[in-house]
């Protein structure tokens, strides 16, 4: 199954659609008012490169809508958003099935024709005082473990560039374990 034509990747879409661009912290409806949300799911990854980074938090997996399209998210979140001190790593394709145990690729957002199992990914962050960033994949490979209906295990490992700046580029190593939740909304860039 390809993507509609003239389609860009998820996480361009999204930020472009306007799912959430703003100057504020995002929240998780299963959270506990903006501070770490009360969820069972978890990850764990490294950003190597251009910026450096240890992270580990909450994992959410559901099914998103952008415009006219859907598609099955997977997002881990490091962070307070109250403080507007969050960091939040995005994985998601226009495919709305939960992804069976196998490895899939990351593709880069402005890819035209890929496979709409192909998912592509995000890296946002936002400090306090107003630094933040913006990252879209390049590529890499997702690799679920186990897909069950309220958990999805697996790895990642892509390359991502920032969306202001091409020369600066990532490196995003991690693991997840993510339940059914509410799929957080990108905080400010």
Do not use: H
């Amino acid at each position: 199954m390809l993507r509609p034509r003239g389609t860009r990747g998820w996480m361009t879409r999204w930020v472009v659609g306007g799912l959430g661009v703003a100057a504020v912290g995002l929240l998780l409806a299963c959270g506990d008012g903006g501070t770490e949300p009360a969820i069972g799911g978890s990850f764990s990854a490294t950003v190597a490169g251009d910026l450096q980074r240890t992270l580990s938090g909450t994992a959410v997996f559901g099914v998103e809508t952008i415009g006219e399209n859907q598609g099955f998210v997977i997002a881990m979140q490091r962070g307070n958003s109250a403080a507007l001190d969050v960091d939040l790593i995005l994985l998601g394709r226009f495919n709305t099935t939960r992804p069976v145990v196998g490895d899939y690729n990351v593709i880069s957002g402005a890819c035209q024709d890929c496979s709409a199992n192909d998912f592509d990914g995000g890296y946002v962050y936002q400090r306090p005082g107003g630094a933040s960033g913006f990252f879209v994949s390049e590529s890499g490979s997702v690799t679920v473990t186990k897909s069950v209906a309220d958990t999805v295990v697996g790895t990642c490992d892509f390359i991502a560039r920032s969306a202001t700046n091409p020369d600066i580029a990532i490196t995003i190593t991690g693991s997840f374990t993510a339940v059914p939740g509410t799929i957080p909304d990108v905080p400010g860039t």
